[in-house]
């Protein structure tokens, strides 16, 4: 079993900035790829950023792209999300995923619990 623990959600103002971390259970962490995801109030989730197993690949929502980045740290067995110029429409709950291959693909097979990210106006 993996769990995927998130932290670093918060209130932020609109144009401010945040982390997210995904800290996972398992050494094998750094065989898989990442993925962040969102979900806010009304709506269904929707794919945020993905990072290939080694860092070598990464991938992004055109709403995001050229606003966050995502990293990993596999010795930490941590993913990682940097937000910047935060707008409203960036409020939901964020959530990690594990990719069930190296590659970043569209399958995830364990998520995380979640973690609030809320952008003020």
């Known amino acids: 079993q993996v769990q995927l623990v998130e932290s670093g959600g918060g209130l932020v103002q609109a144009g401010g900035s945040l982390r997210l971390s995904c800290a996972a259970s398992?050494?094998?962490?750094?065989?898989?790829?990442m993925g962040w995801f969102r979900q806010a109030p009304g709506k269904e989730r929707e794919f945020v950023a993905a990072?290939?197993?080694?860092?070598?690949?990464?991938y992004y929502a055109d709403s995001v792209k050229g606003r966050f980045t995502i990293s990993r740290d596999n010795v930490k067995n941590t993913v990682y999300l940097q937000m910047n110029s935060l707008k409203p429409e960036d409020t939901a709950v964020y959530y990690c995923?594990?990719?069930?291959?190296?590659?970043?693909?569209?399958?995830?097979?364990?998520w995380g619990q979640g973690t609030q990210v809320t952008v003020s106006s």
């Open positions: 398992r050494r094998t962490f750094s065989r898989y790829a």
């Open positions: 990072i290939s197993w080694n860092g070598g690949s990464t």
């Open positions: 995923a594990r990719g069930d291959t190296g590659a970043i693909s569209h399958g995830y097979d364990y």
